[in-house]
C-alpha cells in the first residue's frame, strides 16, 4: 500500500488548497478514504473521509462547510478541497486508509495558512 500526498503550500488566510492523494497496492475503490492533519504539539486530528460505494462523506466540526473530500476511482485519487483557510487549519495532513488490522498513511503534505 502507497500514499503519496501532494498540493500543500503557503496560503493566505481566507484562501484555497486543493490537497490530493494518490493511492496504490490496494482496491482503491473499496475502500473508506480518510484525511488527518497534525500541527505541532497536538494529536492527529481526523478533517473528513469519505465512503468507497456511495461517496458518503463526514467532517470534523471544525471544517464543516469549508472543506469539501471527494474521490475519483477511476484515478485512485482522494481529494480535499480546502476554502476559506483559518491559521487554524495550518497543520501537515495525511491520506489514510484503514486496511485489516493495519493502518495505513502516506507521507503528508504541510499547509501555512499565513499573511
Known amino acids: 500500500v502507497q500514499l503519496v500526498e501532494s498540493g500543500g503550500g503557503l496560503v493566505q488566510p481566507g484562501g484555497s488548497l486543493r490537497l490530493s492523494c494518490v493511492a496504490s497496492?490496494?482496491?482503491?475503490?473499496?475502500?473508506?478514504m480518510r484525511w488527518y492533519r497534525q500541527s505541532p504539539g497536538k494529536e492527529r486530528e481526523l478533517v473528513a473521509s469519505i465512503s468507497s460505494a456511495s461517496g458518503i462523506t463526514n467532517y470534523a466540526d471544525s471544517v464543516k462547510g469549508r472543506f469539501t473530500i471527494s474521490r475519483d476511482n477511476a484515478r485512485k485519487t482522494v481529494y480535499l478541497q480546502m476554502n476559506s483557510l483559518k491559521p487554524e487549519d495550518a497543520a501537515r495532513y495525511y491520506c489514510?486508509?484503514?486496511?485489516?488490522?493495519?493502518?495505513?498513511w502516506g507521507q503528508g503534505t504541510q499547509v501555512t495558512v499565513s499573511s
Open positions: 497496492g490496494f482496491t482503491f475503490s473499496s475502500y473508506v
Open positions: 489514510n486508509v484503514l486496511g485489516g488490522s493495519r493502518s495505513y
